[in-house]
T-cell receptor, first 114, second 118 residues
Framework: NAGVTQTPKFQVLKTGQSMTLQCAQDMNHNSMYWYRQDPGMGLRLIYYSASEGTTDKGEVPNGYNVSRLNKREFSLRLESAAPSQTSVYFC?????????????FGEGSRLTVL | AQKITQTQPGMFVQEKEAVTLDCTYDTSDPSYGLFWYKQPSSGEMIFLIY??????QNATEGRYSLNFQKARKSANLVISASQLGDSAMYFCAMREAYSGAGSYQLTFGKGTKLSVIP
């Protein structure tokens, strides 16, 4: 049972470099999310996609772009990485309106920007 | 104002004892849901328990129970008979009314680090 798969799990970037975090889910969920986790801050929503073809900003979208490639895949792109984007990134998915709203998380991607 | 407040950054509990992790929330929506997630040192997020705002009974899942006090807007997690494996970060989260855009969004608290002492 793969659930939600994120790649890469670890990445070190230099300031100004770009990269894309990939996320795929195999649960046929409609909604997908990207969160970042920083010490003492909990998890904060970056972007979400309610359904295939739609994306919306969350609480902390600046410096990021997303693509909902298809129902399974939702990627997060950092066009010009900054040290403030050093964080652990979590992708999550949920069924959408028909359920409680429980999120199913990937294992996280630890990003360091030097 | 914070939507989810967890006032205990860290807590200690003796093995086999019960422990309560506090969570208060702020919403004006009549329909909402409350969640607790566990994050062990390995980093994954594990769903523990869910309480809907209209649920009459407090939610229970094995050793976990949610003490839901709607008027006080609190949703405390109670772990009975603590085990060493319970040492982890615990996050309280809330989803409010359906966003209309086709999804629910969860807002998380800052977490409580629980350490279980042998």
């Amino acid at each position: 049972n793969a659930g939600v798969t994120q790649t890469p799990k670890f990445q070190v970037l230099k300031t100004g470099q770009s990269m894309t975090l990939q996320c795929a889910q195999d649960m046929n969920h409609n909604s997908m999310y990207w969160y970042r986790q920083d010490p003492g801050m909990g998890l904060r929503l970056i972007y979400y996609s309610a359904s295939e073809g739609t994306t919306d900003k969350g609480e902390v979208p600046n410096g990021y772009n997303v693509s909902r490639l298809n129902k399974r895949e939702f990627s997060l792109r950092l066009e010009s990485a900054a040290p403030s984007q050093t964080s652990v990134y979590f992708c999550a998915s949920s069924e959408g309106r028909s359920n409680t709203g429980e999120l199913f998380f990937g294992e996280g991607s630890r990003l360091t920007v030097l | 104002a914070q939507k989810i407040t967890q006032t205990q950054p860290g807590m200690f509990v003796q093995e086999k004892e019960a422990v309560t992790l506090d969570c208060t929330y702020d919403t004006s929506d009549p329909s909402y849901g409350l969640f607790w997630y566990k994050q062990p040192s390995s980093g994954e997020m594990i769903f523990l328990i869910y309480q809907g705002s209209y649920d009459q009974q407090n939610a229970t899942e094995g050793r976990y129970s949610l003490n839901f006090q709607k008027a006080r807007k609190s949703a405390n997690l109670v772990i009975s008979a603590s085990q060493l494996g319970d040492s982890a970060m615990y996050f309280c989260a809330m989803r409010e009314a359906y966003s209309g855009a086709g999804s629910y969004q969860l807002t998380f608290g800052k977490g409580t680090k629980l350490s279980v002492i042998p």
